[in-house]
Structure formats: C-alpha cells, structure tokens
C-alpha cells in the first residue's frame, strides 16, 4: 500500500456513506485500509486508510444527520483527516424522492456544515432538474424550493453550487411510468432559459453555478453567463484549501467527454454492498428494498 503521494478518497459516488454506512466506513479507518471492490470485475483491492496516506475525504450524502449527530466528523478531524462534503439538496419531494428527509431538516444540516468546516470545503448539490409531467398531464419541475435553499446556502456562506440535468434511463422511465408521470429531456433553449434563472439566482447570493457533466449546454450558454463545468471532486480546490502534494490528473473513470471536470480519486463505495436507501425515483442505481434500511 505505499503510494507516493496522498490520494483522495470519495465516499462515495455509488451509495450515500454518511447516511447509512458510517459504522462500516469507521471500522474500515481503524483498520488502516479500505476494502474497495472492483464494479466490473468484482476484484477486492485494499486502499490505505492511514491519515498519511489521504490527503482528503470528499463524502457525498442527502442526508448528514447520523455523520453530525454521531460525531463522526470530530474523530476524523481530531485524527488528522481533511474532510470536503459535496452536500446534494434539492425541492421536497415526496415523489421524487420519498425517503429523503424534510428539507428543514437538511437546511439544518447545511447550517451545521457550514460552522463545522471552512464553508469552501462544502459544494451544494441540486442535482438532478427533473422536468416531467404529472398525473394530470400538467408540465411541473422541481426547482420550487431552490430560491429557499440559495439563501440559507449563501447564510453557511457556501460559494458553490452544481446542477445537472436528469439522464433519463431507461429504469428511470420504468419507474417514472410506474409512478404515474413522465420524464421531459427539456429542449436546449429550455435548458439554457433554466440555467440563466438559477445563475441569476445564485449571482445575487455570491454563489457560482457550475454544471456537472453537461457540456452540450454549457457550449451553447450566451457569452455573459460565467456558468462553468464542475470538478466534484476538486483536488485543484483541495491543494488551494490544505496544501500539501496531490494528483491533479483528471479522473479517466468518469465521463469526460460529457464534462466532467473531477479530478483522480479512489471511490470506496459499493453498488451490491452498500445499496441506497432513499429510492428516488430518478436514481440511475438500484434502489435498495426498504425491508433492509438501517435507520
């Protein structure tokens, strides 16, 4: 496990860590290692856990409840470990996303976030814009809460916001038809017109909008408009907040050529070991079965 420079762990892309797998994810830190399992080829490797050897633990969660209250973060940070929170928000939902907490709650925990840590180790997520419509036929969206969001966002001083439009898969529209309603591909006027709304929105509150994996639109957006393409996980960031040596290499895993501006990190999360328990009816995963939750 020696390594020659630190590397950036991502916990995790593929299932909400602090949310439902914190208990693993600290036996994983005291045993010094991670046991990663290869998507493709099922192949287990071990990652070094040490502090030493991570230069920064980016978690990704809807939901920090467990991680603040079981005070997770305090032993990490105690332990040496730099922490970034990429902190998915969006409109409440229930059916969306029916097992996501109240938004007051998360508002909350974004507050909490933002006194816990440096406000710039924090990126606010609304992600994905669902445009659909409902059982009556009627065109709706979710961005009804987003102003309200913006604002307690720009009170945690966060300075960051990244949006990306759903991909409508083909499980999506499985589930979407089950629920009643259909997903819209908003056309690319649609989406530009939505995308000036939030900038304007977020210009007002000192936040910067950046899309994640969104290049065909961001290549049409008028001159003016300073929306960029993101890096969620964003180890030119990280170098400018800690320091210290780090890969600046761009993550060839994810999906460039659509935009996606993250930089080299390994991802300890597991499709098949650690399911998601939010079943959001855009999830482009395999929601887990409510019968296992771990609440």
Request: charged share 20%.
């Given at each position: 496990?020696?390594?020659?420079?630190?590397?950036?762990?991502?916990?995790?892309?593929?299932?909400?860590?602090?949310a439902?797998?914190?208990?693993?994810?600290?036996?994983?830190?005291?045993?010094?290692?991670?046991?990663?399992q290869?998507?493709?080829?099922?192949?287990?490797?071990?990652?070094?856990?040490?502090?030493?050897?991570?230069?920064?633990?980016?978690?990704?969660?809807?939901?920090?409840?467990r991680?603040?209250?079981?005070?997770?973060a305090?032993?990490?940070?105690?332990?040496?470990?730099?922490?970034?929170?990429?902190?998915?928000?969006?409109?409440?939902?229930?059916?969306?996303?029916?097992?996501?907490?109240?938004?007051?709650?998360?508002?909350?925990?974004?507050?909490?976030?933002?006194?816990?840590?440096?406000?710039?180790?924090?990126?606010?997520?609304?992600?994905?814009?669902?445009?659909?419509?409902?059982?009556?036929?009627?065109?709706?969206?979710?961005?009804?809460?987003?102003?309200?969001?913006?604002?307690?966002?720009?009170?945690?001083?966060?300075?960051?916001?990244?949006?990306?439009?759903?991909?409508?898969?083909?499980?999506?529209?499985?589930?979407?038809?089950?629920?009643g309603?259909?997903f819209?591909?908003?056309?690319?006027?649609?989406?530009?017109?939505?995308?000036?709304?939030?900038?304007?929105?977020?210009?007002?509150?000192?936040?910067?909008?950046?899309?994640?994996?969104?290049?065909?639109?961001?290549?049409?957006?008028p001159?003016?408009?300073?929306?960029?393409?993101?890096?969620?996980?964003?180890?030119?960031?990280?170098?400018?907040?800690?320091?210290?040596?780090?890969?600046?290499?761009?993550?060839?895993?994810?999906?460039?050529?659509?935009?996606?501006?993250?930089?080299?990190?390994?991802?300890?999360?597991?499709?098949?070991?650690?399911?998601?328990?939010?079943?959001?009816?855009?999830?482009?995963?395999?929601?887990?079965?409510?019968?296992?939750?771990?609440?």
């Amino acid at each position: 496990m020696i390594q020659s420079i630190p590397r950036v762990i991502s916990a995790s892309r593929r299932t909400d860590i602090p949310a439902f797998y914190m208990d693993w994810f600290m036996q994983q830190i005291r045993q010094g290692y991670f046991e990663v399992q290869n998507p493709y080829n099922q192949r287990i490797s071990r990652i070094s856990s040490l502090p030493e050897d991570v230069h920064t633990l980016v978690f990704w969660s809807k939901n920090y409840a467990r991680f603040l209250h079981g005070g997770y973060a305090d032993q990490l940070i105690s332990a040496g470990y730099r922490l970034f929170f990429n902190f998915t928000v969006n409109s409440e939902s229930g059916l969306l996303e029916p097992h996501v907490s109240p938004l007051s709650e998360r508002l909350n925990q974004m507050i909490q976030l933002g006194r816990l840590v440096d406000p710039r180790c924090i990126t606010w997520r609304f992600d994905p814009i669902c445009v659909y419509r409902n059982a009556n036929g009627d065109e709706t969206d979710n961005m009804n809460d987003f102003l309200r969001i913006a604002d307690v966002a720009a009170s945690a001083e966060i300075t960051t916001c990244i949006v990306s439009f759903l991909d409508i898969y083909a499980k999506v529209r499985k589930r979407a038809d089950a629920a009643g309603i259909q997903f819209i591909d908003p056309s690319p006027d649609r989406q530009i017109e939505i995308l000036t709304g939030l900038e304007n929105i977020l210009d007002t509150r000192h936040i910067r909008l950046y899309t994640c994996c969104e290049k065909e639109v961001l290549n049409l957006m008028p001159r003016e408009s300073r929306i960029q393409k993101s890096s969620c996980v964003p180890n030119h960031h990280l170098l400018e907040i800690y320091g210290g040596n780090i890969s600046l290499q761009a993550d060839t895993g994810q999906r460039i050529k659509q935009g996606c501006g993250c930089r080299v990190s390994t991802d300890i999360g597991s499709y098949r070991i650690h399911p998601c328990y939010h079943n959001c009816l855009f999830c482009y995963a395999n929601p887990a079965p409510l019968s296992g939750i771990n609440e």
